[in-house]
């Protein structure tokens, strides 16, 4: 497994994550306002809000992670510092969704933290 195919995986992660919340979304607040031009505002609750808080952060974490991975590809520096900081990345990922969309949230900051740190040994070894 590479860094280019961690980054790859977690794409997925992150695909899995939103049809999850579209699931969601659809049951509360229905295929016909799902598919309409949403003029009046519907929130989801419970795990469906959650999910979607989720997605956001995933989306960003995919914004740094990303950059990260394709410097470390692009200018050769891979090694296995890099492909365990992926992996502990991806990792972390999962288990910050999974734990996210339970509602548990001393677990959720902790491999929110984690996924993090392992972005930031990425860039250090990019440098």
Do not use: C
Not at 7 to 34: E, K, N, P
Not at 42 to 67: E, K, Q
Not at 108 to 123: E, P, Q
């Amino acid at each position: 497994m590479t860094e280019t195919t961690l980054l790859a995986a977690y794409g997925l992660l992150v695909m899995l994550t939103i049809l999850l919340q579209v699931l969601g979304a659809t049951r509360q607040l229905s295929m016909g306002y799902l598919m309409s031009s949403r003029d009046k505002t519907r929130t989801t609750t419970g795990m469906t809000a959650r999910l979607g808080r989720a997605v956001d952060n995933s989306v960003v974490a995919m914004a740094l992670f990303a950059p990260a991975v394709l410097l470390i590809e692009m200018l050769g520096r891979n090694n296995s510092a890099t492909l365990l900081a992926a992996q502990v990345f991806l990792l972390a990922r999962i288990i910050y969704v999974i734990v996210y969309a339970l509602g548990v949230p001393t677990i959720r900051t902790l491999a929110w933290l984690a996924g993090y740190a392992a972005t930031a040994v990425l860039y250090f070894h990019a440098l």
